[in-house]
Nanobody
Framework: KLQASGGGLVQAGDSLRLSCTASGLTGSSVTVGWFRQSPGKEREFIAAIRRFGGSAYYADSVKGRFTIVKDNAKNTMYLQMNGLKTEDTAVYYC???????????????????WGQGTQVTVSS
């Protein structure tokens, strides 16, 4: 089970940190990712990281602004979002999957477990 939180209303240029707490996920091959969806658009990949070891992956649209951080002791993953833009407005979802490789971490269809989503609204 995944629980996302931390969304809110901020102004352009502000920062926000989203949290995703995972329970019941075991195994060394777990990858945890963030996706977002805005009205009328498909759910898109934002970032992902392997729960144990491995590199982080980012969408080009957020690279350099967003950072994915994990705290395995707390079973929590964070998405630190800096320099927010109005186009970052969306519902953000955390997700988890087993056995992903670098070429598949961006594929939302590969993620079997999803959190409920948290709204992020960036005003100009």
């Amino acid at each position: 089970k995944l629980q996302a939180s931390g969304g809110g209303l901020v102004q352009a240029g502000d920062s926000l940190r989203l949290s995703c707490t995972a329970s019941g996920l075991t195994g060394s091959s777990v990858t945890v990712g963030w996706f977002r969806q805005s009205p009328g658009k498909e759910r898109e990949f934002i970032a992902a990281i392997r729960r144990f070891g491995g590199s982080a992956y980012y969408a080009d649209s957020v690279k350099g602004r967003f950072t994915i951080v994990k705290d395995n002791a707390k079973n929590t993953m964070y998405l630190q979002m800096n320099g927010l833009k109005t186009e970052d407005t969306a519902v953000y979802y955390c997700a988890a999957a087993h056995g992903l490789i670098a070429s598949t971490v961006r594929d939302r269809g590969r993620y079997a477990y999803w959190g409920q989503g948290t709204q992020v609204t960036v005003s100009s």
